[in-house]
């Protein structure tokens, strides 16, 4: 029952847990498991910051989805109850998937302000189940990132960030325990330097890794539970093969928990070099023509649209992360709360417009939602 909570509400399920796959010399996919496996200490943290309000209004989007999809227009209860939060547009690596990597964006980039932060949360915290720092960018560049995961932990939020590893320093390791911080996801694509750098370009994976003994030493010394640690291995061409390696180096670490993502690909019609060559690693399946097409059904439904959005670093509201240059921009909390955008004209004519035709949106066409990204997990 708790597993279906908690996958229902973050969309997540765990792929390998360590106990089970280390040093038994199984095979990657006999831990990609079908149900996922909950982890204690992290569900009772999640369970304990729920609020009657929190409740209630989760209860009102779950209802507000269902009644949508049987009366086939949209029906809105409630309000987000998780947002995304985008700390920043910079990062120091050069991932070529990414617009932060390729540095080709179309809108303004920069940091997230923390009194802008603050005053947004004064309208939305109440009713947050989890609040994610991330969009694009790697979140320790923002100098006040770790201030504002205090902030939103003082008020009883959910925390999680995912950071590709490269800030964790001494003192930063101390101060992410210490702001609070309930979920920190680390991308290890490659146990290797020469396997990593194919994804992550300019990446160090030894700084990477001594960043994360660095969080394990520090949540011993300040005996906290928190964050909850997670190795997050994009499972691409390059890197298939180290998939158990990479559940035996978090283990040796003492990370809490790998999880195996599938890719998206901008390019993938006519294959890719990062297709994975085993298929069921892959969002894409090869056609008898030999082109590729997307595994998942475009369903003219979107659960991502009924229970979250995403803030960027200066107030611009999406749909949900695959609109990485907000083409898509249905309103500005700068200018209005996020309840009034979430009720208002722009997101109703984007929902009436999905209902209609999902193929007809182009951020909906190479869109995951319904497929399987994390590996082995319910989503
Ligand atoms: S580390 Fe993350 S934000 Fe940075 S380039 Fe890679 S995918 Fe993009
Ligand atoms: S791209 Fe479209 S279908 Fe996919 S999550 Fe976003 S709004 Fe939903």
């Known amino acids: 029952m708790l597993v279906g909570v908690t996958n229902f509400f973050f969309g997540w399920g765990t792929v390998a847990r360590l106990e089970d796959g280390v ?13 996922a496996k909950l982890y204690p200490k992290d569900t009772i943290n999640f369970l304990r910051k729920l609020t009657p309000r929190r409740v209630i209004n989760a209860t009102q989007v779950i209802a507000s989805y269902y009644a949508t999809r049987w009366l086939q227009k949209p029906v809105v209860w ?32 920069g940091n997230l302000k923390s009194d802008f932060f603050r005053r947004t949360m004064d309208d939305i915290a109440d009713r947050l189940l989890y609040l ?43 101060r992410t325990i210490e702001s609070g911080l309930d979920r920190l996801i680390i991308s290890v694509d490659g146990t290797t330097q020469e396997v990593y750098e194919q994804y992550r370009k300019a990446g160090k994976l030894e700084s990477v890794l001594q960043g ?6 520090w949540k011993e010394e300040l005996n906290s539970p928190t ?18 390696d990479v559940v035996r180096l ?28 085993q298929e069921q690693y892959a969002r894409y399946f090869k056609k008898k023509d030999g082109t590729y097409g997307i595994k998942n059904k475009l369903q ?54 999905l209902l209609k035709g999902r193929s007809e949106i182009d951020i909906c066409k190479n869109c995951t939602e319904g497929c399987e990204v994390w590996l082995g997990a319910e989503v």
Request: aromatic content about 12%.
């Open 300 to 353: 003219n439904h979107c659960w991502k649209l009924w229970h979250s959005c995403v803030i960027t670093w200066d107030g611009l509201v999406a749909p949900c992360c695959f609109d990485k240059d907000v083409t898509h921009r249905l309103g500005d909390v700068k200018e209005e709360s996020l309840h009034k955008i979430w009720e208002g004209g722009a997101y109703d004519d984007f929902r009436t417009k």
């Open 78 to 109: 409630g309000k987000p109850f998780t947002v995304s939060f985008e700390p920043t547009t910079a990062c120091n690596l050069r991932c070529p998937e990414c617009p932060s990597g390729l540095r080709q964006f179309t809108r303004p980039t």
């Open 212 to 217: 994360a003994r660095n969080l394990v030493k």
């Open 132 to 174: 994610i720092f991330y969009f694009q960018g790697e979140p320790y560049i923002n100098p006040d990132f770790l201030d504002m995961v205090k902030e939103a932990n003082d008020r009883g939020v959910y925390t999680i960030t995912s950071t590709n590893g490269h800030f964790l320093n001494d003192a930063n390791a101390k």
């Open 23 to 35: 040093g038994c010399g199984i095979r990657p996919m006999t831990y990609l498991c079908p149900m």
């Open 227 to 244: 964050p909850h640690l997670i190795f997050q291995f994009l499972v691409v061409k390059p890197n298939e093969h180290q998939m158990e």
């Open 250 to 277: 978090a283990d040796e670490i003492g990370i809490d928990e790998v999880k195996f993502k599938t890719a998206q690909l901008y390019d993938y019609k006519n294959g890719n070099p990062l297709m994975p060559e």
